[in-house]
């Protein structure tokens, strides 16, 4: 039998009452990795947006801080034992 367990990628990070999923001012902040190890990935959605600019809103950075910081403390090692 297959085990399975959760590994925790991104958080939303979001005003209140804001869906996390596609709402305005929402920020998720991703751990990424592309075979050189984790990093972090900032992605936001709003219509508004501009390629490759990400806008904090000074309220919002304390909540991304966390979320950044809850991801890397929660990041498993990657070994080969993942793939398998």
């Excluded at 939303?12 to 929402?26: D, Q």
């Excluded at 998720?28 to 984790?38: I, R």
């Excluded at 900032?42 to 219509?47: C, I, K, M, V």
Aim: proline share 5%; net charge negative; aromatic share 6%.
């Amino acid at each position: 039998m297959t085990k399975y367990i959760q590994t925790v990628l991104t958080i939303a990070v979001h005003p209140k009452g804001v869906n996390p999923v596609f709402g305005e001012g929402v920020t998720h902040v991703s751990l990424n990795d592309e075979a050189g190890g984790y990093f972090v990935e900032l992605r936001q959605s709003d219509e508004t947006a501009e390629n490759g600019i990400v806008r904090i809103d000074p309220n919002e950075w304390e909540e991304i801080k966390v979320a950044v910081q809850t991801l890397l403390n929660n990041a498993p090692a990657v070994d080969d034992t993942m793939l398998a």
